[in-house]
Each structure stands twice: as structure tokens, then as C-alpha cells.
């Protein structure tokens, strides 16, 4: 079983940059996707991005598609999520997440990491 550590997430003004990093271990072997979800405060946890670990697929919902992009490092074990543009709108807790597809917003995703979160003030 993979572990899944997130970092990078702070607080930006809109329109500004940030990226997140999801450091795994354990069983990386096992991964074939990982992705990012996001949950803000009386709101249910929300796809926003995920890559296959062997092809580099990507897979992006269309409120962030175009803004964010998500890119992995083999070498590293790392999985990273570069938001551009960022609006008021994507203040959440942030989740780093490993699943079997890259389809995952559809799926009952068990493996998470501890979340980081990102702040956008307007």
C-alpha cells in the first residue's frame, strides 16, 4: 500500500501560482493513478485532477481544465499539481489520492494523504 505526502499549499492572492507536491512511498509499485481532490468546509470532496503513473495520462473536470496541470516524476516518486490563474472559488483542503484509474472521481478512492491547504484570497 502506497503513504501519500502533500506540501506546497499556502496562501496566494487571486490570479497568482502554486504548486503542490505528493511525495509517495511504501508499495509505488501497486499505484496506477494518482490524483488530487479538494474539499472546502461544508462542501463534499471534489475531483481535480489525476495522472496515470506508467503512461502519464492526465484527466482534468472542466472547472480547473486549462489552469491546472498535473505532471508526475518518476524518478522522484512525486506528483505535482502546477495551479495557475487561481481564483477565490479554489480555496480547499487539498488531497493527494492513489487509485487504479485515472478515473477516480467516480470511484470510492480509499487511499489519501493528510491534505494541504491552499487559500485564495480575492
Known amino acids: 500500500q502506497v503513504q501519500l505526502v502533500e506540501s506546497g499549499g499556502g496562501l496566494v492572492q487571486a490570479g497568482g501560482s502554486l504548486r503542490l507536491s505528493c511525495a509517495a512511498s511504501?508499495?509505488?509499485?501497486?499505484?496506477?493513478?494518482v490524483g488530487w481532490f479538494r474539499q472546502a468546509p461544508g462542501n463534499e470532496r471534489e475531483f481535480v485532477a489525476a495522472i496515470s503513473w506508467g503512461r502519464g495520462n492526465s484527466y482534468y473536470p472542466d472547472s480547473v481544465k486549462g489552469r491546472f496541470t498535473i505532471s508526475r516524476d518518476t524518478a522522484k516518486n512525486t506528483v505535482y499539481l502546477q495551479m495557475n490563474s487561481l481564483k477565490p472559488e479554489d480555496t480547499a483542503v487539498y488531497y493527494c489520492?492513489?487509485?487504479?484509474?485515472?478515473?477516480?472521481?467516480?470511484?470510492?478512492?480509499?487511499?489519501w494523504g493528510q491534505g494541504t491547504q491552499v487559500t485564495v484570497s480575492a
Open positions: 511504501g508499495r509505488t509499485f501497486s499505484t496506477y493513478a
Open positions: 489520492a492513489a487509485d487504479s484509474s485515472i478515473y477516480m472521481a467516480a470511484r470510492p478512492v480509499k487511499i
